[in-house]
């Protein structure tokens, strides 16, 4: 019996995707660099990899901010001042939380886990204070759970994490559902941990052999 479902946030409930390339395509031009794949490619690369030392707890996430400044602007031939690192990313971020949005399918999939029965609760790799802000602005005003590595002090794909949210939840893991759209983080890390996983794959890139996967968070009642 599922007692609990764990969300992931960015690329699950919210369109973490769209969001950054609004953002850059709004924000870019004020540096004087136009928007392209190739920069939003860059831009998630080099985003994904201080993540992951801020995840790690090697850095603060003021501080991962500017390290990707350091790394982007150079790149895209922007010259900077490293006084002005916070303003700079400030203006990406205007644009960035502005344009975050529910995908279409996260509200009534929420809504129905709860009618079903199981709490719902959110685990996320980005930082406490701007994760409840991006639920709060697409109106999951009732998730009140939400782990992120500031809560936990250990982030995804560490199978610590989902101890450590089921633990301070008051579930066994074995009764909670993660539900996320990164195979390794919430899937392979999820049941590392005893959890049960269903892989969300809405671009349909597999991997093909994952058995327990959906399309969208329509079909997610099936693991209910």
Not at 34 to 44: D, K, N
Not at 59 to 82: C, I, K, M
Request: aromatic letters at 8%; proline letters at 4%; charged letters at 25%.
């Amino acid at each position: 019996m599922v007692r609990g479902v764990l969300f992931d946030l960015d690329g699950t409930l919210g369109d973490h995707e769209a969001s950054v390339t609004a953002a850059l395509t709004a924000w870019l031009p004020s540096l004087g660099v136009t928007c392209s794949a190739a920069t939003v490619e860059l831009w998630e690369e080099i985003a994904e990899r201080h993540l992951v030392a801020w995840g790690r707890r090697e850095v603060t996430f003021s501080e991962q901010r500017r390290r990707r400044l350091r790394d982007f602007l150079p790149a895209v031939g922007v010259a900077y001042e490293w006084t002005a690192l916070d303003e700079v990313f400030a203006g990406y971020l205007t644009h960035y939380e502005a344009g975050y949005q529910a995908y279409d399918d996260a509200a009534a999939a929420v809504a129905a886990v709860a009618s079903a029965g199981p709490a719902v609760a959110v685990l996320t790799n980005g930082s406490a204070v701007q994760q409840r802000g991006k639920l709060t602005r697409m109106g999951f005003h009732d998730i009140a759970t939400v782990f992120t590595p500031d809560d936990l002090g250990v982030a995804k794909p560490d199978p610590d994490a989902f101890r450590l949210a089921c633990e301070r939840w008051g579930l066994e893991p074995g009764s909670v559902l993660s539900v996320g759209d990164n195979h390794a983080f919430d899937v392979l890390a999820a049941r590392a941990a005893g959890l049960r996983a269903v892989h969300l794959d809405r671009a349909g890139t597999g991997p093909a052999e994952e058995r327990q996967r959906i399309a969208t968070l329509r079909e997610l009642g099936a693991y209910l």
